[in-house]
C-alpha cells in the first residue's frame, strides 16, 4: 500500500441551489433520485490518482438502488440471447504471441490462497480460469445457485453497455458515481463518515483483516454477498462501497488533467479512449474505463479504495470475478436537477 499523501486543509464553495423534489416518479422500481449540486471531487489523502481535490458540478439523476444482480442480468440473456466477452472464444489478432491453447472462453476468477498472500504478487490470488463467466462465476463445476441476489460478475465494458441499452438506461459517469456513493457526506472519507468500522460495526463487504487469507476471521461470505446485506449510504444506496468495483463511462486518466479550478460536468470527463490506453503493455494497447467504489478483495494492508473517491483503470475487454455495475437515468435540465453554471 502506498503511503498516504498529505492532508490538505480545504475550503468549501457553495453550488447552484438544488432541487431535491424528483421530477416525478422512479423510471422503474429500484431506483434513486440524486438531487444536483456540487461537491468536492477525489482525495488528497490516499492514493495519487485521486488527487487533486476539485470541485464538481453534477445535474439530478435516477441510479439503480444497488449494483446490478444476476437474478436481474439473466433477465436481459433470456430477452435477447446475448453472449457476454467471458463467454466467446478471443480473437487472435487482439492477443499477438499468445498461445492458441489460451484462445478459449474465460475469465479472471479470485482463489483465496491457503494461507497469507504475497501482497506484491497477485498471481497468488488471482487465476485465469476457462469457463468462468457470470453464470459460473467460479469456473467450471460452479452456479448461480443461491447466488441469485448477489452482484453479476466477470462481466466487460461491452457486456455492461449491452445491458444498458436494454434496459433504456446509461451507466454512470465517475462524477455522478462518486457524488451518489457519497450519500450527502461531502469531503469525509467513506460513504457514512470517518471511521471505517464506527463502533466495529462492519459497514460494508471488505477485507477488514489480513489479506487475502481464507481464514480471514469474520467473513461471512467468500466472494460477493447479497446486495442490501449492509447498510445503505444517506441517499438509501448499498454497495456503493466493497462487494464488487463498478464500472463507469469515464475513459481512465489521472484527475490531475482534470479542469480546475472551478467545475466540470456530469457527461464523460473529456478524457479520450486513446489517451486510456495501458502505456504499460505496448503490444496490447487496450483502452481503459475508470472503476469504483472497491471490492470484497480490498483491505487496509492491501488496497484501502473502499472509499467514494477511490479509482482504478480497468481495460475494456477484460472481465473479472470482482467487478459490476449498476445504472443511471439522466434527466433533462428543464425537468429537475441543478445545471453547471455558466
Same mark, same amino acid.
Given at each position: ?13 457553495p453550488g447552484p441551489p438544488v432541487d431535491r423534489r424528483p421530477p416525478g416518479p422512479p423510471p422503474e422500481p429500484g431506483m434513486v433520485w440524486i438531487p444536483g449540486g456540487s461537491f468536492r471531487m477525489g482525495s488528497n489523502d490516499f492514493y495519487p490518482e485521486e488527487a487533486p481535490v476539485h470541485r464538481v458540478v453534477v445535474r439530478g439523476f435516477w441510479i439503480d438502488r ?24 478471443? %480473437? ?8 492458441? /491453447? ?21 498471481? %497468488? ?32 465494458? /461491452? ?18 458515481? /462518486? ?29 477488514? %483483516? ?35 468495483? /463498478? ?45 469504483? $467504489? ?41 425537468? $429537475? ?6
Amino acid at each position: 500500500m502506498r503511503r498516504p499523501l498529505q492532508t490538505t486543509r480545504l475550503v468549501w464553495l457553495p453550488g447552484p441551489p438544488v432541487d431535491r423534489r424528483p421530477p416525478g416518479p422512479p423510471p422503474e422500481p429500484g431506483m434513486v433520485w440524486i438531487p444536483g449540486g456540487s461537491f468536492r471531487m477525489g482525495s488528497n489523502d490516499f492514493y495519487p490518482e485521486e488527487a487533486p481535490v476539485h470541485r464538481v458540478v453534477v445535474r439530478g439523476f435516477w441510479i439503480d438502488r444497488h449494483p446490478v444482480t444476476n437474478a436481474r442480468f439473466n433477465r436481459f440473456v433470456a430477452a435477447t440471447g446475448y453472449l457476454t466477452v467471458a463467454e466467446r472464444t478471443p %480473437d487472435p489478432a487482439d492477443y499477438p504471441g499468445a498461445l492458441p /491453447e489460451r484462445l478459449v472462453p474465460g475469465s479472471l476468477v479470485f482463489l483465496p490462497p491457503p494461507d497469507r498472500a504475497e501482497l506484491r504478487n497477485p498471481v %497468488d490470488w488471482w487465476t485465469w480460469v476457462p469457463g468462468a463467466s457470470w453464470q459460473r462465476p467460479a469456473g467450471p463445476g460452479s452456479s448461480l445457485s443461491g447466488l441469485e441476489r448477489h452482484p453479476v460478475v466477470h462481466l466487460a465494458w /461491452e457486456d455492461v453497455a449491452a445491458y444498458a441499452r436494454w434496459a433504456r438506461k446509461e451507466i454512470p459517469t465517475e462524477a455522478e458515481w /462518486e457524488f451518489a456513493a457519497r450519500g450527502g457526506l461531502d469531503g469525509r472519507a467513506y460513504a457514512w463518515g470517518d471511521e471505517l468500522a464506527p463502533g466495529g460495526r462492519a459497514m460494508a463487504n471488505v477485507w477488514r %483483516d489480513g489479506f487475502a487469507s481464507a481464514r480471514a476471521a469474520g467473513r461471512r461470505w467468500e466472494r460477493t454477498s447479497p446486495v442490501g446485506a449492509f447498510p445503505p449510504n444517506g441517499y438509501g444506496l448499498y454497495d456503493v462501497i466493497g462487494n464488487v468495483w /463498478e464500472w463507469t463511462a469515464d475513459w481512465w486518466r489521472w484527475h490531475a488533467g482534470a479542469k480546475g479550478p472551478c467545475c466540470t460536468g456530469v457527461v464523460p470527463s473529456g478524457a479520450d479512449r486513446k489517451a486510456s490506453v495501458d502505456l504499460d503493455t505496448p503490444d496490447l494497447r487496450f483502452p481503459r474505463k475508470v472503476l469504483k $467504489g472497491g471490492s470484497y478483495l480490498c483491505a487496509p494492508d492491501y488496497c484501502a479504495r473502499y472509499r467514494p473517491a477511490a479509482r482504478i483503470p480497468q481495460r475494456v475487454g477484460t472481465a473479472t470475478g470482482h467487478v459490476g455495475f449498476r445504472c443511471v437515468v439522466r434527466v433533462p435540465a428543464e425537468r $429537475g436537477g441543478a445545471a453547471p453554471p455558466q
